[in-house]
């Protein structure tokens, strides 16, 4: 289970100080007019919509993750389902 917390700068600060082993990943998914950002970090995460692209959240998120080499998550499959 993946707890949401509300506020990026939140989610942001503890990734600066989270253990080493902890998941460090981060999903983009785009429909139409709207972006949705998922950013996990351990059990925690954070998920918002956003309309403009040159939102200057949205470019934090982006760049933290890129400059802390989150993975970039692309998709999902049931365990059992990844192997054919």
């Known amino acids: 289970m ?3 917390v509300k506020k990026w700068i ?4 503890y990734a ?11 999903q ?8 949705e950002v998922r950013v996990q970090v ?12 040159g939102d200057s959240e949205l470019g934090d998120v982006m760049s933290f993750c890129d400059l802390n080499r989150f993975l ?3 998709g999902k499959v049931a365990d059992d389902r990844f192997f054919e």
Do not use: M, Q, W
């Not at 983009?28 to 972006?35: A, L, P």
């Not at 351990?42 to 692209?53: A, H, T």
């Open 72 to 74: 970039e998550v692309s």
């Open 28 to 35: 983009v998914c785009e429909e139409e007019k709207i972006t």
């Open 2 to 4: 993946v707890n949401i």
């Open 42 to 53: 351990g059990r925690f995460g954070f998920i918002k919509e956003y309309s403009d692209l």
């Open 10 to 13: 939140e989610l942001k600060n």
């Open 16 to 26: 600066i100080t989270a253990p080493g082993g902890a998941v460090h990943a981060f």
